[in-house]
């Protein structure tokens, strides 16, 4: 192999915002046959906004988010970004939401004093605020810290998730209060980047642990089968994912975003981040896109492999 291809290569990739850490990359981009697309930052914006806030207890839909929102002030994760911002009053709703659901931008709660802040990736945040005990996060985590759900509560999670929302419960001193949806919008390039991929004869597969009914929609919206679709996985899950997919003889590549996506990026063939991703997310890649656009995923694969073929 004549290293001037290689480098030619890895220089017309700089051109296009597509940085591969180095020569033994383009092997392995060949023999890849499967794409794992963590969602929220890579297939989606990653830009959150609530959409509407269900009391489910004895607080109002203000009460409930100036809680949510003051327990997750101390977290970076997008649902976090997005409820403090509600909660700051500084978001008009793009809709308002099922019966009982109030819009979010009706409502200017502020935030309140919060200490004690802990997260726990892929589950949720507990902060004591305003003296109460605030737990926001997802069912099974919150059900883990000792608050009961009721079936009146299981169902209005069903109904905000079945709606397309991304719906985290929130609980004050051990009591279920309320519902806070969100919603993520699709990135402009995704749709065209999948079917770069499916082009190029690659299988596109989405992870994620947002919930399945989330996950349904945005794979429908970007063209991906409904059964390559790994909803709810936790965060350890991600790189269990990855390893399944190769014992059953798959050569993956991982694009991914968040520090949670980092251990599968490292574990798979061929790992892919987002610029716009975590410093842990890229530093665990072999290929960053610069742009955080679908399209250019598709694109260093065939850049990496059109190199390869010139060389050889
Ligand atoms: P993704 O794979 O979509 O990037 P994560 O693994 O970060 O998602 O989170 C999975 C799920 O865990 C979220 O959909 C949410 O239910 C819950 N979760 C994670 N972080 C938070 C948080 N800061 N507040 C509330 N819920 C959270
Ligand atoms: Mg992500």
């Given amino acids: 192999a004549t290293p001037i291809g290689l480098l030619v290569g890895t220089g017309r990739g700089a051109q296009l915002g597509i940085l591969i850490r180095g020569p033994q990359v383009l092997e392995d981009t060949r023999r890849v046959d499967t794409v794992l697309l963590d969602k929220t930052g890579t297939v989606t914006t990653g830009h959150l906004a609530v959409t509407g806030v269900r009391p489910l207890g004895t607080l109002s839909v203000?009460?409930?988010?100036?809680?949510?929102?003051?327990?997750?002030?101390?977290?970076?994760?997008?649902?976090?970004?997005?409820?403090?911002?509600?909660?700051?009053?500084?978001?008009?709703?793009?809709?308002?939401?099922?019966?009982?659901?109030?819009p979010a931008g009706s409502i200017a709660a502020g935030l309140l004093p919060v200490r004690d802040f802990a997260s726990a990736p892929g589950g949720?945040?507990?902060?004591?605020?305003?003296?109460?005990?605030?737990?926001?996060?997802?069912?099974?985590?919150?059900?883990?810290?000792g608050v009961a759900l009721s079936e009146a509560d299981m169902a209005a999670l069903g109904e905000a998730q079945q709606a397309g929302a991304t719906a985290i419960l929130v609980a004050v001193d051990g009591r279920v209060e309320g519902i806070v949806s969100l919603r993520d919008t699709v990135k402009e390039g995704s749709a065209a980047g999948v079917a770069r991929l499916v082009g190029l004869g690659l299988r596109p597969v989405l992870l994620t642990g947002d919930n399945a009914a989330v996950a349904a929609g945005v794979a429908a919206e970007v063209g991906i089968a409904a059964g390559d679709v790994f909803a709810?996985?936790?965060?350890?899950?991600?790189?269990?994912?990855?390893?399944?997919?190769?014992?059953?003889?798959?050569?993956?590549?991982?694009?991914?975003?968040?520090?949670?996506?980092?251990?599968?990026?490292?574990?798979?063939d061929l790992g892919i981040a987002m610029g716009s991703g975590t410093d842990v997310a890229i530093e665990a890649a072999d290929i960053t896109v610069m742009g955080s656009d679908l399209r250019q995923v598709g694109q260093a694969i065939e850049l990496s492999r059109r190199t390869l073929a010139t060389i050889k």
């Fill in 124 to 145: 949720g945040v507990r902060a004591v605020a305003d003296s109460a005990v605030v737990l926001a996060g997802r069912a099974s985590w919150i059900r883990e810290n």
């Fill in 62 to 102: 203000a009460q409930v988010l100036a809680y949510a929102g003051a327990a997750e002030s101390g977290s970076e994760h997008p649902i976090a970004r997005a409820i403090v911002e509600a909660a700051r009053g500084g978001i008009a709703p793009p809709e308002s939401g099922p019966e009982g659901t109030a």
């Fill in 232 to 268: 709810d996985v936790l965060p350890e899950g991600k790189v269990e994912a990855v390893k399944r997919l190769q014992a059953s003889g798959a050569v993956v590549a991982m694009v991914g975003d968040g520090v949670n996506d980092a251990p599968a990026l490292a574990q798979a």
